[in-house]
């Protein structure tokens, strides 16, 4: 396996190597990272707010969103929190 025919993500300050993009629905949890189209690795932090909601990582970077759970469905990327349902829009959630 080559390096460019893989998507690298990082999650927990380990990088993760995959060949495939995440099946076409995946949530976290149970789930522990969902690799998008592009190879970006998302999960849930060890923060959380008032709400028992966990910070939504990007590549071991907080997104500034957060959630009590992610989804990864027909290739497109959602949170669900208090403030309700929120889908990846390639910069930011809207």
């Given at each position: 396996?080559?390096?460019?025919?893989?998507?690298?993500?990082?999650?927990?300050?380990?990088?993760?190597y995959r060949?495939?993009?995440?099946?076409?629905?995946v949530e976290?949890?149970?789930?522990?990272?969902?690799?998008?189209?592009?190879?970006?690795?998302?999960?849930?932090g060890a923060?959380?707010?008032?709400?028992?909601?966990?910070?939504?990582?990007?590549?071991?970077?907080?997104?500034?969103?957060?959630?009590?759970?992610?989804?990864?469905?027909?290739?497109?990327?959602?949170?669900?929190?208090?403030?309700?349902?929120?889908?990846?829009?390639?910069?930011?959630?809207?």
């Amino acid at each position: 396996m080559e390096l460019k025919d893989s998507f690298v993500g990082k999650v927990y300050g380990e990088r993760y190597y995959r060949e495939r993009k995440t099946e076409s629905y995946v949530e976290i949890p149970p789930a522990l990272l969902i690799t998008d189209e592009r190879g970006d690795a998302w999960t849930l932090g060890a923060r959380y707010n008032d709400d028992f909601e966990f910070t939504v990582l990007r590549n071991d970077i907080w997104t500034g969103e957060f959630a009590s759970r992610i989804e990864y469905r027909g290739g497109r990327l959602r949170i669900f929190g208090k403030a309700g349902t929120r889908t990846w829009s390639g910069r930011s959630f809207v």
